[in-house]
């Protein structure tokens, strides 16, 4: 537990919740003004019951929250939600775009990726053990018929919940996703994280989800904020140098990319495999089935973001799409 005040003396309590066999630590929720929670967490009793305890520690009974500010639709951030909204009705504010992902249906959402995986050469198998493991599609039910019940209100860049906290939209991690500003800080999801990269993938909802991310950076940039409190993990004191070390980093992988289609035309798959992911797996066959939805994703986003500068282009064979470079 840590409590915090930013500008003007507004109260931010840090509760951290564990997140019970998503292969990720802990998530962070913040208590503002202990009234305001931003993010629900994760559908899960361990996590729910962890949260009851850390909001007790600080003197908050649950029923305390007047609102639940969401900043985007995965699972350890949303599928919560239906629980606190079952025991104490409060507001439960999303972005746009992310409610309209929700309408759609999350679980459509990431079966249309699949979708495309298969066009790009991914082995229907492994497509498979993708929809077995995937987090989103086990909580499927949560999010088709409880988190459809909820009365979301939906908001957008530049609006202000009570005056005092400014949505942002940051897409990019997800089509939707935005950050809430209180004064010079601000409370990023996971648009912007200390110590990795948030994952970039394909999605319908955006024509270039690179190009949105690195935009959600720059603006970052921009607004210059004296904090991030992100999603995952420490706060980020220095917010525009890790913002220009995230940018650098997509160059890199862009780079990457570009040099193996300098040799050789390759599938989305193929090269997926190929590119060194900072991760502790030696090989494509270690990767767990989440992880390996989340690397042809974000593969797949950066051979878009290429195709959009003239760089590289696709052609279909027998079926499968192929990608080369157009410097060859």
């Given amino acids: 537990m840590k409590c915090f005040y930013v500008y003007k003396m507004v109260k931010i309590d840090l ?5 019970p066999g998503l292969g990720i630590d802990k ?7 202990n009234k305001y929670l931003i993010d629900a967490g994760f559908y899960n009793i361990v996590s729910f019951h962890e949260l009851i305890r850390k909001l007790r520690s600080i003197n908050i009974r649950l029923c305390d929250i007047e609102a639940v500010l969401i900043t985007h639709f995965h699972v350890d951030h949303l599928s919560l939600a239906p629980v606190l909204k079952d025991f104490c009705e409060p507001d439960f504010y ?3 775009i992310e409610l309209k992902l929700l309408r759609d249906g999350a679980d459509l959402f990431v079966k249309n990726i699949l979708e495309e995986f298969i066009r790009q050469g991914v082995p229907e198998t492994e497509i498979k053990r993708i929809v077995d493991s995937h987090p989103v599609m086990r909580l499927a039910e949560i999010y088709k018929r409880d988190i459809k019940e909820i009365s979301f209100k939906n908001v957008s860049d530049g609006d202000e919940i009570d005056n005092f906290i400014e949505v942002v939209s940051t897409p990019g ?21 200390p110590t990795i990269t948030p994952s970039v993938i394909y999605n319908r909802y955006s024509e270039n989800p690179l190009k949105d991310h690195l935009n959600t950076l720059r603006k970052i940039i921009s607004i210059n904020p004296k904090a991030i409190y992100p999603g995952h993990g420490d706060v980020i004191n220095d917010p525009v140098s890790r913002a220009e070390e995230l940018i650098k980093f997509h160059k890199n992988r862009l780079e990457e990319i570009l ?12 090269i997926t495999k190929l590119i060194k992911w900072r991760v502790r797996y030696n090989i ?3 990767f767990p089935y989440p992880e390996r939805f989340f690397a042809l994703g974000e593969a797949l986003a950066h051979l878009i973001y290429l ?5 590289v282009d696709y052609y279909e064979k027998n079926g499968m799409i192929y990608w080369y470079s157009k410097a060859r």
């Fill in 15 to 19: 509760v951290k919740i564990p997140l």
């Fill in 27 to 33: 998530v962070n929720l913040y208590v503002v003004e």
């Fill in 94 to 96: 999303i972005g746009d």
């Fill in 173 to 193: 991690h997800t089509p939707g996703s935005v950050s809430y500003k209180i004064e010079d800080f601000i409370f990023s999801g996971d648009s912007v994280l």
């Fill in 259 to 270: 040099k193996f289609l300098n040799r050789n035309d390759y599938s989305l798959y193929e």
């Fill in 284 to 286: 494509w066959e270690e």
């Fill in 307 to 311: 195709r959009s500068e003239g760089l």
